[in-house]
């Protein structure tokens, strides 16, 4: 399963169009190609990370369980192509959005992944995570706690420390 990366464009912006469509019926087939296009380009697909990869991930704040279910092997196809740590730091864009679904399914990967979270740029996961200590759900506020428990060694305490001068 090897394409060329040559000649995607068109391709791409129609699966970008696609993963907005208010349709679930379209929204879901989309979501299945963008995990079949990162199988087939393997680490190529690295350019279109944000054309369709942030796009999709979009789809975790979905209501409907099924169209985030979907997102979920996909993530990890992309994972695969690319590395956990791109896909780390891309759902933590998707932790500073204050949505329940979408915040319980970006820790629920993260936190299968743990082992790679070092490796990923902790320098962005400060403020994501810290607005999450904020979030009304506990299971949210836990996850968090669990991730900065792994964060804060490498970034270290003071750069948290500022972070939360925001805060109330």
């Known amino acids: 399963m090897r394409i060329e990366n040559s000649g995607l464009n068109d391709l791409m912006d129609g699966v970008k169009n696609g993963l907005k469509d208010s349709n679930k019926a379209v929204v879901k087939p989309m979501i ?5 296009l990162a199988e087939a380009l393997g680490k190529d697909i690295r350019v ?9 991930l979009s789809n975790l704040s979905d209501k409907q369980s099924l169209v985030r279910s979907e997102c979920l ?31 319980g399914e970006s820790f629920k990967w993260i936190l299968e ?8 740029d902790t320098s962005v996961m400060i403020k994501p995570l810290i607005s999450c200590l904020t979030d009304k759900l506990k299971a949210t ?28």
């Open 32 to 36: 299945n190609l963008c995990g079949l």
């Open 48 to 56: 279109y990370t944000k054309k369709i990869f942030v796009p999709m």
């Open 73 to 103: 092997p996909t993530i990890n196809k992309w994972a695969d192509a690319v590395g956990p740590e791109l896909v780390i730091n891309k759902l933590m864009e998707v932790l500073m959005v204050e949505n329940p679904e979408s915040r």
């Open 113 to 120: 992944h743990i082992d790679d979270v070092p490796n990923a």
């Open 141 to 168: 506020r836990e996850n968090a706690e669990k991730v900065i428990g792994i964060i804060m060694p490498i970034v270290g305490y003071q750069t948290f420390l500022d972070s939360t001068k925001d805060q109330k």
